[in-house]
């Protein structure tokens, strides 16, 4: 699932003023030297700076470790940085919706994305495009920026409805011989593929994903007892649209995580369908008592 700076006072070059004469001199010189040498910010990240040497330099070291202002020769403005070459971010990690799909499928066309566009940036996204950039000769920062996504675009072509939304990512396994007969949600762990199958016939066919393996998804025969079509989960009070219970708590449904972030996540146990319309359409044919099989 979550992801100081330093004013130094310039005063050398100006005489103590004060009745106690060069000792008093002598301990304001001394006073300085201590508030101004050696300690640098602790990074953000909480880790101790690396120590270096002080610089050569006969004036104290401020506490950038750059040689104090003098009055004779005022201490230089900071540049300011310049910009990134590659533009302005515009998708990185956690961003989501359609340019996010577009940005994939476009990828996927070249090479650099053997997924289902999902429309949701993770790993698998940040990796891809760290491929294209470091093709073209770009910064591998794995964000989609400006320039990367220009580049992009005139190397490929609008995606199509089906490279933005294929049916299934994976081809269907061969079906057990469980499935051969009768009605059948026909799916497997190894093509990570639901197949509705009645007589032996594929009538149509889902992206599926199953538990984790503290929360594995069971294998066998089982059969459709419970069908909610608008279920929310008791025990984690998440929604479960079209919901049919094949083993306990277990059972194919809807998952909106899994349309967007695809397999980078697992389920509670349960078989996970990514699309809603298939799903919404497998819902209304399923009937109690249908036989389930899940198998490797």
Known sequence: MAHGTGHSAGTTGRKARHPGGTAVAAVAVLALAVTTAGCRAQPANGSPAATSSPPKTSAPATVDDKPAA???????????????????????????????????????????????????????????????????????????????????????????AAELNPPTSRPVATPDKRCLTGRVLCISKNSQTLAWMIDGQ???AMD???????TPTRDGTFSVYWKSRNHVSTIYHTAMPYAMFFSGGQAVHYSPDFAARGYSGASHGCVNVRDEGKIAALFDQVRTGDKVVIYW
């Open 70 to 160: 003098t009055a004779s020769k005022p201490a230089a403005s900071p540049t300011t940085p310049k910009p990134a070459p590659q533009g302005k971010t515009l998708m990185a990690t956690g961003s989501q919706g359609k340019q996010v799909r577009d940005l994939q499928a476009r990828l996927r066309q070249i090479g650099h994305f053997g997924r289902t566009p999902t429309g949701y940036y993770g790993t698998l996204t940040v990796a891809a495009v760290q491929s294209f950039q470091g093709k073209r000769g770009l910064s591998r920062t794995g964000r989609t920026d400006t320039l990367t996504w220009q580049k992009l675009l005139a190397m490929t072509r609008t995606p199509t």
């Open 208 to 214: 599926v994903r199953f538990g984790s393996q503290y």
């Open 202 to 204: 594929v009538v149509s």
